[in-house]
Nanobody, 115 residues
Framework: QVQLVESGGGLVQAGGSLRLSCAAS????????MGWYRQAPGKQRELVAG???????NYADSVQGRFTISRGIAKNTVYLQMNSLKPEDTAVYYC?????????WGQGTQVTVSS
């Protein structure tokens, strides 16, 4: 069974940085796409950043130029580097991985940005 485990969340001041990690129990290259989503209280879950098997990345307009998604050398980890954080980035961040028949989700990690 595929497991995704996020880490790296925490409390940071506005303008600061955090790096989130998503460790998969299998090679990430079995997935068609991987992505980071976030959900703030009272809001719907939204895609923050994604990366395809071929390495093509995409970002939400709200994080373009501040966040970077990347794959680790170990081949089972995806990162989300978050710079210039804003209070509106506060949310639970989830890692997701798409296979042909289902999407796997991690348990989430809290990111809180104070003003």
């Amino acid at each position: 069974q595929v497991q995704l485990v996020e880490s790296g969340g925490g409390l940071v001041q506005a303008g600061g940085s955090l790096r989130l990690s998503c460790a998969a129990s299998v090679s990430i290259f079995v997935f068609n796409n991987m992505g980071w989503y976030r959900q703030a209280p009272g809001k719907q879950r939204e895609l923050v950043a994604g990366i395809t098997l071929g390495g093509i990345t995409n970002y939400a307009d709200s994080v373009q130029g501040r966040f970077t998604i990347s794959r680790g050398i170990a081949k089972n980890t995806v990162y989300l580097q978050m710079n210039s954080l804003k209070p509106e980035d506060t949310a639970v961040y989830y890692c997701a991985a798409d296979q042909s028949d289902r999407t796997h989700w991690g348990q989430g990690t809290q990111v809180t940005v104070s003003s």
